[in-house]
């Protein structure tokens, strides 16, 4: 869609395709993601310069149960688009993964050496090629779907079907995978 920002569609997209496939996640799989956003939210803190004391004294407890429905919904993300990923023959090459942090070491003004060095010390380092992967299979996804737009007029309280290259201002996604990867 043309005039709704990408991430937005992007967003939709996941939305509805999570709303498919409601299932139970295993906890073994929620635990560790939990904690993961946890370090993540941590060292995002850090390296805006809030002090070492100030994330101590955090209510970790608190925040865990916070993170914990965030983390259910990565894993069954992750296990949705995983598929996904398979029946579009989705690949991520060394090269792309090495990108990947060199642009992520930018944004968090951190190094790529040693960004890298603390992904594989956290055991993290293949979260990027999986994230790498879903993204292309989302794209995949985002490929075959049919965005059906519909503008609303407030002053007549009207609505009207555009095509995706109209004006528009509100939408609605269908997904059908040729694939049928699910």
Do not use: C
């Not at 967003?11 to 709303?19: A, N, P």
Request: charged fraction near 40%.
């Amino acid at each position: 869609a043309e005039a709704r920002p990408e991430g937005g569609l992007r967003e939709e997209v996941v939305k509805r395709i999570l709303e498919d496939y409601d299932f139970e996640v295993p906890s073994a799989l929620v635990e560790p993601q939990t904690a993961d956003r946890a370090r993540e939210f941590a060292y995002m803190l850090m390296r805006n310069g809030v002090p070492q004391q100030t994330i101590r004294e955090i209510d970790w407890e608190e925040r865990m149960k916070e993170f914990r429905p965030l983390a259910e919904r990565d894993i069954r993300m992750a296990l949705v688009f995983d598929k996904i990923g398979e029946a579009e023959k989705v690949e991520v090459s060394r090269w792309e993964v090495d990108a990947e942090i060199e642009r992520m070491a930018r944004m968090g003004g951190e190094p790529a050496d040693q960004l890298k060095a603390r992904l594989t010390k956290d055991d993290s380092l293949s979260s990027i090629e999986h994230r790498l992967r879903h993204q292309r299979a989302l794209e995949a996804v985002i490929k075959h779907a049919e965005v059906i737009v519909e503008e609303f007029n407030e002053d007549q309280n009207e609505h009207h079907s555009h095509s995706p290259g109209e004006t528009e201002t509100e939408g609605e996604v269908r997904s059908e995978s040729k694939s049928q990867a699910l």
